[in-house]
Nanobody, 116 residues
C-alpha cells in the first residue's frame, strides 16, 4: 500500500534552515506529482509546494516563495523540502502527499517549530 514517511522536522530559530524528507513506497514514485502541505494550530491545512513527476515544474505558495525549495530524487523514491529564512509563522506540522488512483494519501507529518 501507499506509504509516505516524513522526517527532518524540529525546533529552529528564526532565520534558520531545515530540510524535510519524504520517503515514499507502494506506488511508482517517479510517475506521480508530489506535494508538501502544512497545518498550523487552529488553521486549515494549506498547500506549500508541488513538484511534477520529473522535478520540473514546481509551484509554491506565495508565503514561502524564495525561501523554500521542493525537490525529488526518483532513484531514491524521496522528496525534499529545503526551508530557509524560517519565520515563526512557518511553525506547523508538515505533510507530504500524493494523489494516487484518485485517492489522496498523507504521511504522518513532521513538526516544525520556529522560535527563539
Amino acid at each position: 500500500q501507499v506509504q509516505l514517511v516524513e522526517s527532518g522536522g524540529g525546533l529552529v530559530q528564526p532565520g534558520g534552515s531545515l530540510r524535510l524528507s519524504c520517503a515514499a513506497s507502494g506506488f511508482t514514485f517517479s510517475t506521480y506529482a508530489m506535494n508538501w502541505y502544512r497545518q498550523a494550530p487552529g488553521k486549515e491545512r494549506e498547500l506549500v509546494a508541488s513538484i511534477s513527476s520529473e522535478g520540473d515544474p514546481t509551484n509554491y505558495a506565495d508565503s514561502v516563495k524564495g525561501r523554500f525549495t521542493i525537490s525529488r530524487d526518483n532513484a531514491k523514491n524521496t522528496m525534499y523540502l529545503q526551508m530557509s529564512s524560517l519565520k515563526p509563522e512557518d511553525t506547523a506540522v508538515y505533510y507530504c502527499s500524493v494523489r494516487w488512483r484518485f485517492v489522496r494519501y498523507w504521511g504522518q507529518g513532521t513538526q516544525v517549530t520556529v522560535s527563539s
